[in-house]
């Protein structure tokens, strides 16, 4: 089992910046793959970025590409996801996930544990 919790969340305008993490405790964390998603009202819940066991590959999808990094620290147990250059369209809960193994990485459904999210808003 593995726990999750985000946080850095907020309301900041366009064109600026925040920092999310996501605190993981339980299992191992170093085992998992782990991926950030987003919802917004009335919409499916979106692939945002993931990052592989040791941190040496990163995914984004295009939406973001360019914007948000996303990086690990297996020591701290920690992931974050570096949100630059916001827009409206950003605006979403986001969610940290973790899975075992790289396939569907960029698909809900594959990953096994979920945070309870955290709000992003982005003023025009």
């Known amino acids: 089992q593995v726990q999750l919790v985000e946080s850095g969340g907020g309301l900041v305008q366009a064109g600026g910046s925040l920092r999310l993490s996501c605190a993981a405790s339980?299992?191992?964390?170093?085992?998992?793959?782990m991926g950030w998603f987003r919802q917004a009202p009335g919409k499916e819940r979106e692939f945002v970025a993931a990052?592989?066991?040791?941190?040496?590959?990163?995914y984004y999808a295009d939406s973001v590409k360019g914007r948000f990094t996303i990086s690990r620290d297996n020591a701290k147990n920690t992931v974050s996801l570096q949100m630059n250059s916001l827009k409206p369209e950003d605006t979403a809960v986001y969610y940290c996930?973790?899975?075992?193994?790289?396939?569907?990485?960029?698909?809900?459904?594959?990953?096994?544990?979920w945070g309870q999210g955290t709000q992003v808003t982005v003023s025009s």
């Open positions: 996930a973790a899975k075992r193994g790289r396939l569907g990485f960029d698909r809900p459904g594959e990953y096994d544990y």
């Open positions: 339980g299992r191992t964390f170093s085992g998992y793959f």
């Open positions: 990052i592989n066991w040791i941190g040496g590959s990163t």
